[in-house]
């Protein structure tokens, strides 16, 4: 020991190995006694210092230059890293602070309190499952099931509680280590999303008018992320027409534990109709009956099966003059997942003048996620128009010159 | 061994004992060498204990900042490192939870007592056979309060909150406290 440190610490240090011995008889240093042995491990492994610098430990310049050359560079700032290399490397649970260590005791008796719930309720759903539902209660069968269901959320919410506690968790969510098969981790991702992403998701598909415009309303439950190839899109983004000309990837993020069977369409609600002096919508994608869960997120909208596409990809377009077009991707989740009918749907389908609200009726779909991109005349459309078999490249939209009325003119014959 | 022969050569000339221990050094610094080569756990565990007076004027030092620092509109900002915010976090979490538990325990507890008194209540209204004379006697607040001339009951004076200082206002502005309107009748 230094000779510069206190009486007191060596009292300290003397009664702490004292308890050592006296084994997990203590319950006041039942973590602490985990600790040490944990230590010499630890101090075992970290011997040759300076024979093998590590890129997370090394901080004497020299080293950090050996390290370099051999192409693994230090991770992080020298002060950091000399710290790490400094520490002892105890756990972070075992980290012999008072009131952590007490607060964990008490977090650990709540979770056990709550895995105890966790094992009531479902000896109850058991058993109300085996139950005849008639025998019960008047409402029968079907209050059964309603009481079935109530009963399974609250169940997971017990499996959030008693995770949510636990630094450990809080931990492995932040560094993105998450595992989505846990409730726990689900449950904070959702939270994480709603927190700010969700909440700028919504308003682009409100400010761009995308939820009166093509679906009648939309209560996003998935994160919709965009990219084409290796250019991620944020919501609302414009998009080159030689980039958009490939059909996109999506990251469909659901937070549910169920898979769930979902359409996914791609509206384009601005396309100009000379005719009627409006506009139509063009359906650009359509696919039916992907299935999309918390584990993969991840699709391809160029490699769905066959039978899943309804609509191929069709280059989004803009003619020279005409308003920027919305891309608007929209996923409605199928009911009950009861697969949609390719022939059936088929029927039904129009491409050039695409109804989405009588294609959500008639399937029964309901929009749970919802965002766009936009598209508007650039060097390479006429290209793409034309590989596309578009015509209308040549051609450029003018807005008709409205005549004002003659008391209203600025210069009309009687000034003159 | 040239290698050898030269090192001990530049050892004597230098005056150092040619050792590969540390025999060589002042006994003082020869303790500090050991200790921080056999690193023995206790003696880890028992140096970041956090009862150590740096570390402990160091924490005191950082709260006291973030707490009383004179601009006191905006904070100064409770920079912790990854592991000292979990910990905080952990600390908070746990805190949190035992306040809940009192709280709900307590709820649990006034609610326990509330449904027992109706309970007994009921009882006397229903159970005890006189058609609820007992029961009605029993809910009848006549002599809580004392009258002096009757005398018993809890003085009136208690029927008003008790609080450490009475407004003068009721006095006139400027005038004494006056906590009890003594001459007042009913009309």
């Given at each position: 020991m230094a000779p510069s440190r206190a009486p007191s610490v060596q009292l300290l240090r003397s009664l702490r190995s004292s308890d050592v011995y006296s084994?997990?008889?203590?319950?006041?240093r039942a973590f602490s006694t985990s600790c040490r042995q944990h230590e010499e491990e630890v101090v075992v492994q970290r011997e040759s210092f300076y024979r093998n610098p590590k890129p997370e430990t090394a901080f004497v310049p020299r080293l950090e230059r050996r390290l370099a050359a051999a192409g693994t560079p230090p991770i992080g700032s020298r002060r950091r890293r000399m710290a790490i290399a400094q520490s002892q490397g105890v756990l972070f649970d075992q980290l012999p602070f008072q009131c952590f260590q007490e607060a964990r005791k008490v977090l650990i008796e709540d979770r056990q309190e709550k895995l105890q719930q966790i094992q009531t309720m479902r000896d109850r759903i058991a058993r109300l499952q085996q139950s005849d539902g008639n025998a019960l209660h008047r409402g029968g069968e079907q209050y059964k099931q309603k009481r079935l269901e109530s009963m399974r959320t609250e169940l997971e919410h017990l499996k959030i509680l008693a995770d949510v506690n636990d630094p450990n968790v809080k931990r492995r969510f932040e560094d993105g280590k998450g595992d989505m098969s846990k409730p726990i981790y689900r449950f904070l991702a959702d939270r994480k999303w709603r927190d700010y992403v969700q909440k700028i998701l919504i308003q682009r598909i409100t400010q761009m008018k995308v939820v009166p415009d093509v679906v009648p309303h939309c209560d996003p439950i998935v994160d919709v992320k965009i990219k084409f190839g290796r250019t991620n899109v944020q919501a609302g983004d414009f998009v080159d027409s030689a980039i958009s000309e490939k059909p996109c990837q999506l990251t469909v993020q659901s937070f549910e534990k169920d898979p769930k069977l979902i359409t996914i369409a791609i509206v384009d609600p601005d396309v100009p109709n000379l005719e009627t002096d409006s506009f139509n919508s063009r359906c650009h994608f359509l696919a039916s009956n992907v299935q999309i869960d918390a584990l993969t997120p991840h699709l391809d909208l160029a490699k769905l099966a066959e039978e899943q596409i309804l609509v191929p990809w069709l280059p989004p377009t803009a003619q020279k003059g005409s308003p920027y077009h919305r891309l608007s991707i929209v996923l409605f989740q199928q009911k009950d997942n009861i697969s949609v009918d390719k022939a059936v749907a088929l029927r039904n389908i129009q491409q050039t003048d695409f109804r989405t609200r009588s294609f959500m009726t008639r399937h029964m779909l309901t929009p749970i996620g919802a965002s766009l991109f936009r598209t508007k005349w650039d060097d390479n459309m006429g290209a793409v128009m034309q590989r596309a078999g578009i015509d209308g490249a040549e051609l450029e939209l003018k807005r008709v010159k409205v005549q004002p009325l003659p008391y209203k003119r600025r210069n009309p014959s009687t000034f003159r | 061994m040239v290698c050898l022969s030269l090192r001990s050569a530049l050892a004597s000339a230098f005056g150092i004992a040619n050792r590969s221990s540390t025999l060589g050094v002042a006994p003082q610094l020869q303790h500090i060498i050991q200790s921080t080569r056999h690193h023995r756990p206790q003696d880890a565990a028992a140096a970041t204990f956090?009862?150590?007076s740096s570390t402990f004027a160091k924490k005191k030092a950082l709260i006291r900042y973030h707490l009383y620092h004179p601009t006191t509109l905006t904070p100064r900002p409770l920079r912790f490192s990854r592991n000292r915010a979990l910990r905080h976090w952990t600390i908070h979490r746990a805190w949190n939870l035992y306040r809940m538990k009192v709280k709900r325990r307590r709820e649990l507890e006034l609610e326990r007592q509330y449904n027992a008194m109706a309970a007994a209540n009921e009882e006397l209204r229903v159970g005890a056979g006189d058609g609820g004379k007992l029961f009605r006697k029993a809910q009848m607040k006549i002599g809580t309060w004392s009258i002096p001339e009757r005398g018993g009951g809890v003085p009136i004076e208690y029927a008003r909150g008790q609080v450490e200082w009475v407004g003068t206002v009721a006095g006139g502005v400027g005038g004494p406290a006056k906590i009890w309107d003594h001459e007042w009748k009913r009309a």
């Open positions: 084994g997990a008889s203590s319950t006041t | 956090s009862t150590s």
